[in-house]
């Protein structure tokens, strides 16, 4: 038999929502003892996070960091470049794909159109998800008890002018996120340029979602019919990574 981390790891990683250890323990077949014996040591390591007000259990960072350090993440972005690079020829601008890295959001490909100004999101480039639009359009696909864990107080962000810094003002953009279906940033990465993101579901797990395509451009050099196009453009793109990892 398995060890009992494993099939408590096995088992969250079926739910999209957190888990009462009762329902754990029944689904797993694991003693109740040795289930918050595994419970324990994976809370210690990160692996799993506890809900104490609503007495359930998730994944935790390290769940999902190792998740995307995994094949997965690998055939993302091996689907997602050449549709992110269809994308770009469509719109004439800049776009990158990243996933969620903790509470960061890792960048896994960029092409650049020509004549457009470089990017700081390069390839493996890192940055607080709340600063951008890939990063609040994954926080806002994932089940709001996993973003409370991420972002649990003022502390847990990293400061930057227009971009989120409380669990409220978080809470409020990510309502904006859900309503619209796409997220929007501006000026908060870099001064003169805009980004557009839609987040990539994940085939078969709801809350999980696989990454996030985003488009930049200089807000000052395009119109609104031109946004509204780019918008679609992202959302069909997104729509079309998804279908291919299905």
């Known amino acids: ?12 990683s079926h739910h999209a929502a957190p888990v009462a250890a009762g329902h ?22 990160g692996f799993v996070t506890h ?22 993440q690998q055939s993302v972005q091996r689907l997602g470049q050449p549709l992110v690079r269809r994308l770009v020829d469509r719109v004439q601008q800049n776009g990158h794909l990243a996933v969620l890295h903790g509470t960061d ?25 709340p600063w951008t639009a890939s990063g609040l359009a994954l926080l806002a696909a994932l089940p709001r008890e996993q973003v409370r864990a991420l972002f649990p107080e003022a502390g ?7 971009a989120p810094s409380t669990p409220r003002a978080l809470r409020e953009a990510l309502q904006a996120v859900r309503a619209d279906g796409i997220a929007r ?24 979602p696989a990454a996030a395509v985003a488009v930049t ?30």
Request: no cysteine; hydrophobic share 45%; net charge negative.
């Open 1 to 12: 038999m398995p060890h009992p981390t494993l099939l408590v790891l096995r088992a969250l």
């Open 24 to 45: 754990l323990a029944r689904e797993t077949g694991i003693p109740r003892a040795s289930l918050y014996r595994a419970l324990d040591d994976l809370r210690e390591t």
């Open 51 to 72: 809900l104490p007000e609503e007495r359930k259990w998730m994944l935790g960072l390290a769940a999902h960091e190792l998740g995307f350090a995994s094949s997965r």
């Open 105 to 129: 959001v890792l960048y896994l490909a960029e092409e650049r159109a020509p004549r457009r100004p470089s990017l700081v999101t390069d390839v493996g480039v890192r940055m607080p998800a």
């Open 156 to 162: 847990s962000f990293v400061a930057r002018d227009g």
């Open 185 to 208: 940033e501006r000026d908060t990465v870099t001064p003169g340029l805009s980004s557009v993101a839609v987040a990539v579901d994940s085939p078969g797990r709801v809350g999980v």
């Open 217 to 246: 451009y200089e807000h000052e050099r395009v119109s609104a019919e031109e946004v509204a196009a780019m918008e679609a453009a992202t959302q069909e793109a997104a729509a079309e990574v998804a279908r291919r990892l299905g």
